[in-house]
Nanobody, 127 residues
Framework: VQLQASGGGLVQAGGSLTLSCAGSGRTFSSSAVGWFRQAPGKEREFVGYRGWGGVATYYADSVKGRFAVSRDNAKNTVYLQMNNLTVEDTAVYYC?????????????????????WGQGTQVTVSS
């Protein structure tokens, strides 16, 4: 599986941005996908997750109500819609494929449970 994240950029606080994660490989459409982010000097942190069936979705408390993960299996693409952005959302955002097609929240938020990672896309929020 190969992943290509895109859509990052510079946005003002309060604005919105949608990231895309295009996947290749026959297993991508049947995989659960998560989004993580890493700010300078900080550890990579979980942002959101969507299971293969689309039923299981989880979000970090810091983004709950503002971010949403969706997927279009016909396009082999997973999206991260980000609204009401703050400067604290500034980071490199990564998409990743989970080792299981669906998972509980504790496993969905753990980076070690992901087998494939995209290259990351920079999101910068200005005040």
């Amino acid at each position: 599986v190969q992943l290509q994240a895109s859509g990052g950029g510079l946005v003002q606080a309060g604005g919105s941005l949608t990231l895309s994660c295009a996947g290749s490989g026959r297993t991508f459409s049947s995989s659960a996908v998560g989004w993580f982010r890493q700010a300078p000097g900080k550890e990579r942190e979980f942002v959101g997750y969507r299971g293969w069936g689309g039923v299981a979705t989880y979000y970090a408390d810091s983004v709950k109500g503002r971010f949403a993960v969706s997927r279009d299996n016909a396009k082999n693409t997973v999206y991260l819609q980000m609204n009401n952005l703050t400067v604290e959302d500034t980071a490199v955002y990564y998409c990743a494929v989970h080792r299981y097609s669906d998972s509980v929240a504790s496993l969905a938020s753990s980076p070690v449970e992901y087998d494939y990672w995209g290259q990351g896309t920079q999101v910068t929020v200005s005040s």
